[in-house]
């Protein structure tokens, strides 16, 4: 298993929501910046992520919320 950690945006969109579970498949931990935490709830793999509840649009909330995160590679 990876120790990376990749951080998702926009994880209950369409896009997103196909990212986070092929990440979990490779390995990796992933943590989800949601605007509204409830709504990763109805998603298959809320239980195997990290929710954490900001807005992509503030970057102090992204840098505040990307420690320890990694960009994934193939």
Do not use: C, F, N
């Given at each position: 298993?990876?120790?990376?950690?990749?951080?998702?945006?926009?994880?209950?969109?369409?896009?997103?929501?196909?990212?986070?579970?092929?990440?979990?498949?490779?390995?990796?931990?992933?943590?989800?910046?949601?605007?509204?935490?409830?709504?990763?709830?109805?998603?298959?793999?809320?239980?195997?992520?990290?929710?954490?509840?900001?807005?992509?649009?503030?970057?102090?909330?992204?840098e505040a919320r990307s420690a320890a995160w990694s960009w994934p590679t193939s």
């Open positions: 298993m990876s120790a990376h950690t990749a951080l998702v945006t926009g994880a209950t969109g369409y896009i997103g929501g196909l990212l986070v579970p092929r990440l979990l498949e490779a390995g990796y931990r992933v943590r989800v910046l949601a605007r509204r935490p409830d709504a990763v709830a109805a998603k298959p793999w809320a239980g195997q992520v990290e929710v954490v509840s900001g807005d992509a649009h503030d970057l102090s909330v992204l």
